[in-house]
């Protein structure tokens, strides 16, 4: 019996070692946190009409009250982005997560005050609430460009993207039921209080996957391999790189400077204003313009979240599948954000309807294609500069994130003049179609941007 040479001896044995697969695990845990972040979000949106009819606030305060949180979350990017590239997405991510749930928790003690200092008081929390979660996504981002190979990041961004309409799905009901049979003020201690506990989950189970026990070589350099930023946030030394000086002014001007980032950054503006609907106003819609219980109108918003929830995995599944199958990453990218956007707009034939069930409907489809098209962080993950990756995904989430200002206001005042929903849902409709044409007229190829350093 003849013996393998030494050489093939050893690579049979190297072949024996199979890839670890735990960056799967680690979007486990982004898309739990991300359901949380995004409860924590909606909770004021299930609880509003019962808070503000015993609080004494009308639908234009509603509105300002709604946008706190978008005014502080624009404002804490560029600071949020700067501070994950200078400290690490592990500890910011857990200090952000802790902050935006204890103050979470407060708001279910507003119910001490009433008219005009409720308002300041509650519009004062959802301020802190948004500046705490300005690094979320920008987190999220730093993170799947560390842990994914190329041809895996889309489906790990639509994963921990499509935790929004999770959160709805599982959250809204359980706060619904909490709102009707305990108070509004529980269902903010509940969510408070799951998030401070998910930040300690997060601080055990995430590491930087150059240095992180439960990942072998293998799987790194299959990351690596695939063109993920593996050390991006190990204490090696070359991350002390001129790069590390943080946020520098000319990189954020080179930023919007560049033709595909800024279609990019409109893009995110527009998809962001249809996320808004659903997460303040679309749960009022359901008791004020369609006469549900809070209690009804809690399971029923789970409904269009549960369609949303598959067109964001499917979003993703489609734009991997159409780059393993050779498209360009432009092809790949835009396909389901531009077929997601158009079939978003199908909201506005709820205009046209008093049937409920036909109104679930469309909001259905509608939801199902704004998740197909929410791949606005997988394209981020693509194309951000590898030495600001979180400065860019807050630039990113900053001009998306306008939208969570305007947005509520805006709908707050067409339904306060006109009575009704039925301009609101033209308006958002309007920046689904925005959104299709901003990918396909401006953005042009899609690729990761070099900066002049």
């Known amino acids: 019996m003849t013996s393998l040479p030494l050489n093939q001896t050893a690579s049979a044995a190297a072949e024996v ?5 735990f960056r799967w695990w680690i979007v486990v845990m982004l898309f739990v946190v991300t359901s949380v972040n995004y409860a924590d979000r909606a909770v004021l949106a299930i609880t509003g009409p019962v808070l503000s009819k015993e609080l004494g606030i009308d639908a234009a305060q509603m509105g300002f009250i709604f946008s706190a949180f978008g005014w502080s979350y624009v404002l804490g990017q560029l600071p949020g982005g700067w501070l994950l590239d200078r400290f690490g997405t592990r500890v910011v991510y857990a200090l952000s997560i802790f902050v935006w749930s204890l103050v979470t928790v407060m708001q279910g003690f507003v119910g001490f005050f009433a008219g005009a200092t409720a308002v300041a008081v509650l519009f004062a929390l959802r301020f802190a ?3 705490a979660e300005a690094p ?3 987190g999220n981002s730093r993170t799947v460009a560390a842990w994914f190979p190329r041809h895996e990041r889309a489906t790990a961004a639509a994963i921990f993207n499509s935790a929004q309409y999770f959160a709805t799905v599982i959250f809204a009901p359980i706060m619904g039921w ?3 049979s305990h108070g509004w ?3 903010f201690g509940f969510m408070g209080g799951l998030g401070i506990v998910v930040s300690a989950i997060w601080l055990r189970v995430v590491r930087a996957p150059a240095i992180h026990p439960s990942v072998n070589d293998v799987e790194r350099a299959y990351i690596a391999e695939g063109g993920g930023l593996v050390n991006m946030d190990s204490p090696a030394p070359a991350a002390a790189t001129k790069s590390a000086d943080g946020a520098k002014w000319d990189y954020i001007r080179q930023m919007f400077s560049n033709r595909m980032m800024v279609g990019i950054f409109l893009g995110q503006f527009c998809i962001n204003a249809l996320t808004y609907f659903f997460i303040t106003w ?3 819609y359901l008791v004020k313009e369609r006469g549900m219980s809070i209690l009804k109108a809690g399971f029923i918003a789970s409904v269009p979240a549960i369609c949303g929830f598959a067109g964001g995995i499917l979003g993703g599944l489609i734009s991997d599948w159409l780059l393993k199958r050779g498209y360009s990453l432009s092809v790949a990218r835009k396909t389901p954000i531009v077929l997601g956007m158009v079939l978003s707009m199908s909201m506005v034939a709820c205009n046209y309807t008093d049937q409920v069930p036909v109104v679930v409907f469309f909001m259905a489809l509608a939801f199902f294609g704004k998740g197909v098209g929410a791949l606005g962080w997988a394209v981020m993950s693509d194309c951000a500069p590898k030495q600001i990756t979180g400065l860019a995904g807050g630039v990113f989430n900053m001009c998306g994130n306008i939208s969570s200002i305007t947005t509520p206001i805006i709908i707050g005042y067409l339904v306060q003049t ?8 033209v308006f958002v409709a309007a ?3 925005i959104a299709a044409i901003s990918y396909l007229v401006v953005v042009g190829e899609i690729k990761r941007m070099e900066l002049k350093i």
């Open 17 to 21: 070692v199979k890839k670890t697969n």
């Open 282 to 284: 679309f749960p009022v």
């Open 431 to 433: 920046n689904g179609l």
């Open 185 to 187: 003020p529980w269902a």
């Open 178 to 180: 909490i709102t009707q």
């Open 418 to 425: 006109s009575g009704s929903f039925d301009s609101a849902l």
């Open 129 to 131: 609430v948004g500046f």
């Open 136 to 138: 979320s996504f920008p």
